[in-house]
């Protein structure tokens, strides 16, 4: 962590999507789990990249921190205060000071605005009124993110996909936030587009010192983004590290088949070994007891079914590596060879 006090503390934040049926009285009959008691925390200017597969509730998590979303239980500490369950008055300081990058630049931008007004629009509804006036910042602003600032009265639809995420940095940036949570921000891009703005996010952080929490599915990306990295699956946090301890030490077995399944080019013919996760990952309507992974894990037993393992130090880990697992991996640990695929192009 870069300071002893984080800018942003989550304890057992947790969201249920209601479900409702039955007739004529609508009634609850179940909920959907999608984020179950996460503990993490951001320092100032740190990046925490936040990873999993589909629909393990990333996205999930970013609204709650926003406060987009209302958390079902837990707690969200921002700079030391509580913001869980803030009104929206009590909030107003703190949304200048937090703001999100949303996964699709095509969706996230109102194409009945000019980016001007698109930009402009957060400090009109803040009242804040830089020296110099709202366009010479906003056009000041589009030059930071590397547009032209004559495009203030361009609209949306003339831009490219890089071109709108851009935008969409740069009103991120319109009230000089502490924090910014980018959902996927580089998901919906070109690949040759997405290490632009990657690159672009890193420079915003690098000089104006923002912390991020950002999230995607990508690994590669977030390796090279983010110094502490943060496993999710199935509405927990199965694994939390320093960035190069999680990609060289992965302790638990589901970080350990996530990183075997990322494509490496090599000089030579021998192909790597890829762990093969058996199964469909259960439905978060009712998620396995004890250990969530226990259903796709090959070193489950009884106890995994009875005991909910919890994310605390393992031995042998160094500090702040956090691993939610019964049975950590190690180095030297095997994998059955029914659990392996060889073949570069088997699915992982």
């Given amino acids: 962590m870069s300071t002893t ?9 947790t969201k249920h999507f209601p479900i409702k049926g039955g007739f004529p009285i609508r009634r609850t009959v179940g909920a959907v ?17 936040l990873v999993g597969e589909s629909g393990c509730g990333k996205s999930t998590t970013g609204r709650l921190v926003t406060r987009l979303l209302e958390p079902t239980a837990g707690r969200i500490s921002y700079r030391g205060q509580d913001i869980t369950h803030a009104s929206r008055t ?10 999100m990058i949303f996964q699709d630049p095509y969706a996230s931008l109102n194409p009945r605005q000019t980016v001007g007004k698109i930009i402009s629009g957060p400090m009109e509804i803040n009242g804040i009124n830089p020296t110099g006036g709202r366009e010479a910042r906003v056009r000041e602003l589009l030059e930071i993110v590397g547009l032209n600032p004559e495009h203030y009265n361009r609209f949306p639809h003339e831009f490219s996909g890089g071109q709108r995420q851009r935008i969409g940095v740069a009103r991120a940036l319109a009230l000089e936030p502490k924090l910014i949570v980018a959902d996927e921000p580089v998901s919906a891009l070109d690949v040759s587009i997405q290490a632009q703005v990657v690159n672009l996010l890193q420079k915003v952080q690098r000089e104006l010192g923002i912390a991020f929490l950002f999230i995607a599915h990508d690994l590669a990306i977030v390796r090279h983004f983010s110094q502490r990295v943060a496993v999710m699956y199935l509405g927990k946090i199965v694994e939390i590290a320093d960035r190069d301890e999680l990609y060289g030490n992965p302790r638990h077995p589901y970080t350990r088949a996530l990183l075997s399944a990322v494509p490496e080019a090599t000089v030579d013919d021998v ?9 469909d990952v259960p439905s978060p309507i009712n998620p396995p ?10 070193k489950a037993t009884e106890k995994c079914a009875t ?13 702040g590596h956090l ?7 190690t180095h030297e640990a095997t994998v059955p ?8 192009g088997a699915a992982a």
Avoid at 289 to 298: K, P
């Fill in 5 to 13: 006090t984080p800018l942003l503390d989550v304890s057992g934040l």
């Fill in 33 to 49: 789990q999608a984020v179950d008691g996460l503990d993490f925390q951001v320092g100032e200017g740190e990046s925490l990249g």
């Fill in 90 to 99: 009590q909030l107003a300081p703190v949304r200048s000071e937090i703001q």
């Fill in 271 to 279: 192909p790597r070994e890829r762990i093969r996760l058996v199964g």
């Fill in 289 to 298: 007891t004890g250990c969530r992974f226990r259903t796709r894990c090959w």
């Fill in 307 to 319: 005991e909910a393992p919890p994310l605390v130090q393992a031995e042998g880990n160094k500090p």
């Fill in 323 to 329: 691993t939610a697992c019964h049975y950590p991996e």
């Fill in 337 to 344: 060879a029914g659990r392996l695929a060889k073949d570069p």
